[in-house]
């Protein structure tokens, strides 16, 4: 795993070919997870934010998801860097279905989270979710803060307030900020549906404000933003292993990231964490 971690750090960050990158290259990792978000919806879809930090950082659309196309599986390995055959984490269980290879001294799978708390025990480290079963994967003792937005469908804006409001006042090291409403569309309605194309600008507004938040906050220039996906859709489901379940985009952008580069390196879940970790 190693390897790869070098492989992608060095996709997307400016530093010496054959070197490893040098550590804290950024004092602030802002990860935003939209659920459901298939790289099928970005040929025709509107999200013009997305798209030009695309052009300002280093993108895929073709990174792949964890076997099964699960939330709880996909978003437990961009957090623990590990596949299900470590983790014990199948699916969307609150508990790994099976013990895991390893568990921290809060019997839970180690993340970045917990490294930072090692290696920085007085950093900032926080989660706001609008999936509250995020935080099962999370291990919620390594972190400063964590918040459930509570009924996000009745208030799509309460997870840019909430943010913006923690990373304003915070300034954290980590965050990991997960936004539900493309998954919900395309359980609603259908990969490919107009109702989800009709939400894809609106999540895309969410990303620009929070990103706005990270400006006015004062870290933007000492940050790097990871955007990423659990999963896409297949119909109204996912869980296969069909290319539109399967298949993801990742966008990191921020300081010391390659501009306007395609990563052509393959990318899957559990990279992020050893992205996040090596940053």
Partial sequence: MKKMTLALAAALLMVSCGKAPQKDLASHVIVIGLDGW????????????????????????????????????????????????????TGNENHPTFTPILLTE??????????????????????????????????????????????????????????VKYIKEKKPAIAFIHIDALDHMGHAYGQGSAEYYAELPLVDDRVRRIVEGVKEAGIYEDSIIILTSDHGHYGTGHGGDTDLEITTPLVVFGKGVRKNHQITEPVIQMDIAATVAQV
């Fill in 106 to 163: 809060h019997n839970a799978q180690p993340t970045f989270f917990h490294v930072m708390r090692q290696v920085r025990p007085e950093a900032e480290t926080g989660v706001v979710c609008e999936w509250g079963d995020f935080l099962n994967y999370a291990d919620t003792l390594c972190l400063s803060y964590y918040k459930r937005i509570e009924d996000p469908e009745a208030h799509p804006d309460a997870i840019v307030e909430e943010s």
């Fill in 38 to 89: 298939g790289t099928w919806c970005m040929e025709k879809g509107e999200a013009p934010f997305i798209k030009s930090m695309m052009e300002e950082g280093s993108w895929t659309l073709n990174k792949r998801t964890m076997r099964p196309s699960i939330s709880g599986t996909n978003w437990a390995a961009m957090m623990n860097g590990t596949p299900v055959e470590f983790s014990g984490i």
